[in-house]
Structures are given as structure tokens and as C-alpha cells.
């Protein structure tokens, strides 16, 4: 047999004329894959630049809306449900709050969700890079949560600050101190981190890096937070920090589930806090807010 009619498939690639005896299955498999290498810190891509934009832009008009259906809502029902507080008063009423973020949030889960299961076509919980804890790291959170309350309290001894801000206002009444507190704790922290950690998290990791995720979520977060705290600057700085614990959580483990345990954690401490050092919000004269 001449080199014109040697069968290709028996000879190395070098040049050789020594056989190489190939099985069937190895021939049926074709060329083998790279090894593997180590795992990639960045995630895969499930918020494009289109999506993103998209995502701001409805939640920046939906807040406009969700104030204005707020506002005609509350001016329709108050001749019919006798409620004695003016429209103009509203922005230090508590209860007027909570309803107003809680419709606000509403359909930007819905967002979220749709986006994930339909567009992406993810199961919810693994494209917003939930995975549970086992009890240990539970445990763990929860407590580290209780800690770092404690760290921002015993931090403002620190950075005196005692300008009256708009959040604290709104503890006016025993009522509106509940109302809050129950917000604070069974909905803010998962709405919070979900649009932080989860939404601009994966995105900032994917498209720049971790670290810039780490301090830019941490940066909008606190960004988010200034109407609520202004002027008091003492209370901007610490929650620019805390969020920068949160956003270490979220990128040391990767997942959303230990920023969520902690900041519940966290909220849940100063609100316990809150409750036993006015007693039983019966003295909110003696309010020293989170």
C-alpha cells in the first residue's frame, strides 16, 4: 500500500508511519474535549444590557405610576373610609408607606420572574442564584445579622449625628411602629437583595468583575437608601457598609440566599432593638431609629 491509500485515520497526526489501532467507539466519538479547567467566578449571563436597561426603565416609570395610583386611590377612598389624614401629609404617614412600596414591589417581581421563567426559561430560584443553607450556615447568618446590628449601633458613638431624618418620622404611633417593623422584616430584605444582589449583582460580576460588583451594588444600595436617612450622613455611611457586607456575602458564597439572611437578620435585630427600648413602641420620644 502506497502513502496515497493509507487509510488517515491509522497514523498519527506527526507523520508516522507506525499504526495506530483505533476502536469503533473511538472512532464513533470523534476528537476528544479539553480537559476542564477550574471553575469561572463569573456567572452566565442572564441580564443583558437590553434587559437591564428595560428593567431600570420600568421601575423607574412604575415608581411614578405606583405614587400616582397611590395618591388618587387614597383621595378617592377618604370621604368613604373616613380617613383624617390630607393628602398633603402623607409622605410622614406609615401606613400610606408600606402600602405604597409594597404595590411598588409587586409588579417588579413579577418582572423578574416573568423574565427568568419565560424569556430565559430558568426555574425562578436558580436564575436569581438562590441556593438554600444548610442549618449551620443558617444559623451562622442569622446571627452574623444580629452582630452586625449591633456593630452599627455601637458604630454610632462614632460619627454623632443627630439630625432628624424623614424614615424616623414615620414611627408616629405604636401602629405605624408594627406596620414597619413587620415590613422591615418579612419583605424588604428579600425585595432589597433581589434587585441588588440578584438583578445588578449578575450583571456587574458578568459584564466587569466581582469586585465591581461587590462595591457597586453596595454603592446603589446605599444610593437607595438617602431619601430615607438625609441629612443624617451618619446613618448614609452605615448603611453603605452594611450593604457592603451583604454584596461580600453574596459574592464570597454565590448565591442570594445568605445577603437575604442577613439583612432579615439585621433588620429583625433593630426592630427588636426598637421594640424593647421604647417600650413596646408605647415611648417612640425615645426613638433612636436604625
Not at 107 to 135: D, E, K, S
Not at 158 to 186: C, I, K, Q
Not at 189 to 203: D, G, T
Not at 243 to 253: D, E, M, P, Q
Amino acid at each position: 500500500m502506497d502513502d496515497e491509500t493509507k487509510p488517515a485515520d491509522l497514523y498519527p497526526a506527526s507523520g508516522s508511519d507506525v499504526p495506530v489501532r483505533l476502536d469503533d467507539a473511538a472512532l464513533e466519538a470523534g476528537p476528544a474535549a479539553p480537559a476542564a479547567g477550574p471553575p469561572s467566578r463569573r456567572e452566565p449571563a442572564l441580564w443583558s444590557v437590553r434587559d437591564l436597561v428595560l428593567f431600570v426603565a420600568f421601575a423607574v416609570v412604575w415608581l411614578f405610576v405606583s405614587q400616582l395610583l397611590s395618591f388618587t386611590a387614597y383621595a378617592a377612598l377618604r370621604p368613604i373610609m373616613g380617613w383624617r389624614t390630607p393628602p398633603q401629609a402623607l409622605d410622614d404617614n406609615a401606613y400610606f408607606a408600606v402600602a405604597t412600596q409594597a404595590i411598588f414591589y409587586g409588579p417588579l417581581l413579577l418582572y423578574i420572574v416573568l423574565l427568568v421563567v419565560v424569556h430565559y426559561r430558568q426555574p425562578f430560584w436558580a436564575g436569581i442564584r438562590w441556593r438554600n443553607p444548610g442549618l449551620r450556615q443558617f444559623i451562622r447568618l442569622f446571627f452574623g445579622g444580629i452582630l452586625l446590628a449591633f456593630g452599627v449601633l455601637f458604630g454610632f458613638s462614632f460619627l454623632p449625628d443627630h439630625n432628624t431624618f424623614p424614615l424616623e418620622r414615620l414611627f408616629s404611633s405604636p401602629g405605624a411602629a408594627y406596620a414597619l417593623g413587620a415590613f422591615a422584616v418579612l419583605i424588604a430584605p428579600f425585595m432589597e437583595e433581589l434587585i441588588f444582589r440578584a438583578v445588578f449583582f449578575s450583571f456587574f460580576e458578568y459584564r466587569v468583575g466581582l469586585g465591581f460588583a461587590v462595591v457597586g451594588t453596595a454603592v446603589l444600595f446605599a444610593a437607595m437608601h438617602v431619601p430615607e436617612y438625609w441629612p443624617a450622613w451618619s446613618h448614609v455611611v452605615m448603611i453603605l457598609l452594611v450593604g457592603l457586607v451583604f454584596s461580600l456575602a453574596r459574592g464570597i458564597t454565590g448565591s442570594l440566599a445568605p445577603s437575604v439572611i442577613l439583612h432579615t437578620a439585621y433588620n429583625a435585630a433593630l426592630m427588636s432593638g426598637l421594640f424593647f427600648g421604647t417600650h413596646h413602641f408605647h415611648n417612640l420620644q425615645a426613638l433612636s431609629i436604625i
